[in-house]
Nanobody, 121 residues
C-alpha cells in the first residue's frame, strides 16, 4: 500500500504565502516524477508544478516566479512554496507521484486526497 498525504493548506490573504507538503509512505522502492495539481470548483484539474527524481522542474505559466517545487528524496517528501498568492490560486491542491513500489520497474500513479487552499481578497 502506498499513501500520499498532503498538509499545509489553509486560508491566506492575497499576497500571502503558504507551504504545502506531501509525504509518501508505504511500499516504495523508487519515485520518479512528483507533482502538484489543483482543481477549483467547476474547473478541470490542472498541473501546477512537477519535479523529476533528478530535480528537473516544470511550472504552469500562471505560477512561474511565484511558486517553487522541491523534494527530499531521502524522505519521499515533496514541497510547494507558494508566494504572492492570488484569489485565482484558490483550489484543492493534490499531490501526485509516479513510483515503483517493488523495484520491478513497473510504474504506478498515485494521488493524495487533497488540501484546500483559500485566498481571500
Amino acid at each position: 500500500q502506498v499513501q500520499l498525504v498532503e498538509s499545509g493548506g489553509g486560508l491566506v490573504q492575497t499576497g500571502g504565502s503558504l507551504r504545502l507538503s506531501c509525504a509518501a509512505s508505504g511500499n516504495i522502492f523508487r519515485i520518479n516524477t512528483m507533482a502538484w495539481y489543483r482543481q477549483a470548483p467547476g474547473k478541470q484539474r490542472e498541473l501546477v508544478a512537477a519535479i523529476t527524481g533528478g530535480g528537473t522542474t516544470n511550472y504552469a505559466d500562471s505560477v512561474k516566479g511565484r511558486f517553487t517545487i522541491s523534494r527530499d528524496n531521502a524522505k519521499n517528501t515533496m514541497f510547494l512554496q507558494m508566494n504572492s498568492l492570488k484569489p485565482e490560486d484558490a483550489a484543492v491542491y493534490y499531490c501526485y507521484a509516479e513510483l515503483d513500489p517493488t523495484g520491478t520497474m513497473r510504474w504506478y500513479q498515485y494521488w493524495g486526497q487533497g488540501t484546500q487552499v483559500t485566498v481571500s481578497s
